[in-house]
């Protein structure tokens, strides 16, 4: 299995922004499609956003739409989660999955199925 670390995950007032970033260990990004993923204390791990291999497709929940944006530099190894307008209820543990079938080349969906490469995570806390 191959290593991701998230990074950028810190305590934040609502209406503020951060931004989240994935890279690899020991492997160059560009050959996967990239997904985040959040977990908030007692519920399920939520799939939030994505993007394709080629970078040309991405993918949002609704609960974020419009609010985070995902991109990617292949040139520097890194996937990043622009996050703006947070909530409250954007709490949670981010993580970032990696993922390289064929259908992922153009397109990505936002399930955890699609990636067998997982980090560990990073905190992020919307709080005043």
């Known amino acids: 299995q191959l290593q991701l670390v998230e990074s950028g995950g810190d305590l934040v007032q609502p209406e503020g922004s951060l931004r989240l970033s994935c890279t690899p260990s020991?492997?160059?990004?560009?050959?996967?499609?990239i997904a985040w993923f959040r977990q908030a204390p007692g519920k399920g791990r939520e799939g939030i956003s994505c993007i394709s291999r080629r970078g040309t497709g991405t993918k949002y929940a609704d609960s974020v739409k419009g609010r985070f944006t995902i991109s990617r530099d292949n040139a520097k190894n890194v996937v990043h989660l622009q996050m703006r307008s947070l909530k409250p209820e954007d709490t949670a543990t981010y993580y970032c999955?990696?993922?390289?079938?064929?259908?992922?080349?153009?397109?990505?969906?936002?399930?955890?199925?699609?990636?067998?490469?997982w980090g560990q995570g990073t905190q992020v806390t919307v709080s005043s």
């Open positions: 020991g492997f160059t990004l560009n050959e996967y499609a």
């Open positions: 999955a990696a993922g390289n079938g064929p259908l992922l080349y153009y397109n990505c969906p936002i399930d955890r199925n699609a990636y067998p490469n």
